[in-house]
């Protein structure tokens, strides 16, 4: 993970929020952490503008709009790794969940690591387009079910986003990737007792659909 | 299938056995690339007619898994949602064929033995591993958008598919590590071929 996203304490009750510096361009509302707000009996929070929906017009936009979801997983697995849940309660995981956890923190950072390098080849600025994420689960359960909403929409960002990219060395390597998170998806679905590939067809999503569908976790609202 | 897929319920159906599976290289190759599908046709329709011999093997195994006596029949339905998947790929592809002018291929003959339910995972392990890497090594020689998007689509559900079997053997559920790795036509139709009457 870069040096940018970290761990923040319980900033509100209930939920736990990474804040990121970086930001790219389009403004949003983060009206998912409101959302989330909300579902937990908090109280008033600011209303945060931010920008997740960019204009991507080069490929270091859509490169850093598809790193967005790569940094989006690997902080949700980070934040399991701690053990702790959202509320800072400690939440043991047994030795195979611990496992699993672990294996896919070090793969997706694989893939952030990629994709940064990939940007910065380009000539861009490794940069996500969230401000912050805010992931609410008490247990381990909660957590899956979680991974298995952010991998499903990670891969329907990608198989969106891919055919936009213009570089032939940006598109194998997102080629690549989505495989891998096709992969993960299952690996999360299946000790859920859901089917591991619910659909005969991963559509691509766009933009505004991917934001739209990880709003719970971003904030961000595709104006 | 109706039911949901559990891991636990899946280990349940098919024993034992299946984890005790002598390992088979999923992906033994790593080579590039490199697309030779003119024997397959001119362009993507060549490129897709490659991708639907696979399909076509795919399918024809879980054909037969689920006419053999092995594993449960809810195991047998379980593996049986991959295979229907398969011919809704196959529908797309030759529809897309058809589209472009081009004449579908024929289905390849077939053959499976399907002996123990591990030495069956095994072979479903391969076939779909292969099929994933066989989408991947295909996807940047597509010239058309739309195309490229429907590959796609299925590029993802079949490495979905191979993470599930690879599970279910105790077998990396990345075969190729955090990247997956393309294959080549010689590479696939090699590793497919005995199953390829």
């Not at chain 1, 940007?119 to 079910?145: C, D, H, M």
């Not at chain 2, 299946?18 to 024997?39: F, M």
């Not at chain 2, 639907?52 to 593996?79: D, I, M």
């Not at chain 2, 897309?96 to 579908?104: D, G, H, S």
Request: proline letters at 5%.
């Amino acid at each position: 993970m870069d040096e940018g996203n970290h761990l923040s304490p319980p900033a509100l009750a209930g939920v736990q929020l990474t804040e990121r510096d970086h930001l790219s361009r389009g403004d949003v509302l983060l009206k998912g952490v409101l959302a989330t707000a909300g579902l937990y009996g908090l109280g008033a929070i600011a209303p945060f503008v931010r920008r997740a929906l960019a204009d991507s017009s080069s490929d270091i936009e859509r490169l850093n709009f598809l790193l967005s979801f790569e940094y989006m997983q690997q902080t949700l697995y980070t934040r399991g790794q701690s053990e702790k849940n959202d509320k800072n309660e400690k939440m043991p995981l047994k030795p195979e969940e611990k496992k699993l956890i672990d294996f896919l923190v070090t793969q997706e950072g694989e893939h952030v690591a990629a994709m940064e390098k990939m940007v910065k080849e380009l000539g861009g600025k490794p940069e996500s387009r969230w401000n912050q994420l805010a992931f609410s689960f008490r247990i381990y359960e909660t957590l899956l079910q979680l991974a298995g909403e952010v991998e499903t929409a990670s891969v329907g960002a990608f198989n969106g986003g891919i055919p936009t990219i213009e570089s032939k060395e940006a598109r194998e390597l997102a080629f690549s990737i989505v495989q891998v998170d096709g992969r993960h998806a299952a690996t999360v679905l299946i000790p859920q007792h859901q089917e591991p590939a619910p659909e005969a067809f991963d559509l691509g999503t766009d933009e505004t659909s991917a934001i739209s569908n990880t709003e719970q976790f971003t904030g961000a609202f595709a104006e | 299938m109706t039911a949901a897929i559990s891991r636990r319920n899946f280990m349940g159906m098919v024993g034992g056995s299946a984890a005790a599976a002598a390992a088979l290289s999923a992906c033994g190759s790593n080579s590039d690339a490199a697309s030779e599908t003119s024997e397959y046709g001119d362009g993507d329709a060549g490129i897709l007619n490659f991708l639907l011999t696979v399909e076509y093997v795919q399918e024809a195994f879980y054909a037969e898994l689920g006419k053999s006596k092995l594993f449960t029949v809810a195991a047998r339905e379980a593996l049986g949602k991959f295979g229907e998947e398969e011919g809704e790929h196959i529908g797309k592809l030759v529809g897309q064929v058809e589209k472009l002018e081009a004449e579908p291929i024929a289905k390849p003959k077939t053959k499976f033995e399907l002996k123990t339910e591990a030495g069956t995972l095994e072979i479903a392990s391969t076939l779909e591993n292969v099929g994933a890497a066989a989408y991947l090594g295909q996807l940047p020689n597509i010239e058309s958008d739309p195309l490229l998007k429907l590959v796609l689509s299925i590029h993802s559900v079949e490495g979905r598919h191979g993470a599930s079997i690879n599970d279910l053997l105790k077998k990396p559920v990345t075969p190729d590590g955090p990247f997956a790795k393309p294959k080549n036509v010689r590479d696939v139709i090699k590793a497919m071929k005995p199953y390829m009457a």
